[in-house]
């Protein structure tokens, strides 16, 4: 795949994690995910028509987010693959999900998961 739209940099808050705390009370993460789309026919009419509507996506997994109730970051991503071909259909999927904050003393950085779906 040699085009895609990427979104990054989308902030969640969400009740993910192995410990009761984790899921009762939430915490933030971040995820940036791709479509794998022709971006050809958009690009040379400029017709929002011919193109993806990335808008849908981010609101879909904000929303997505406030409602989703799990322990692993595994589970998460596989979620939010699944509500990404819901919004946009088989076509090839990116992600990375990182948890921004984990309860490992001493450790102050985030730890992620990439995932694909579809891509070459």
Sequence with gaps: MTEAI???GLRVWAHVGVYEHERRHGQ??????SLGVDL???????DLSQGFDYGRGIA???E??????????EHYSERIL?????CYGPIP?????????VPVPGFDGSVAVSRKRRWG
């Design 40 to 46: 050809g026919a958009v690009a040379r009419s400029d």
């Design 82 to 86: 699944d509500l990404l071909e819901d």
């Design 28 to 33: 933030w993460f971040e995820l940036a995910f």
């Design 64 to 73: 997505q987010a406030r409602t989703v109730r799990c322990l692993t970051l």
């Design 93 to 101: 999927l990116a992600l990375e999900l990182s948890k921004c904050q």
């Design 60 to 62: 879909a997994l904000q």
């Design 6 to 8: 990427h979104v990054r």
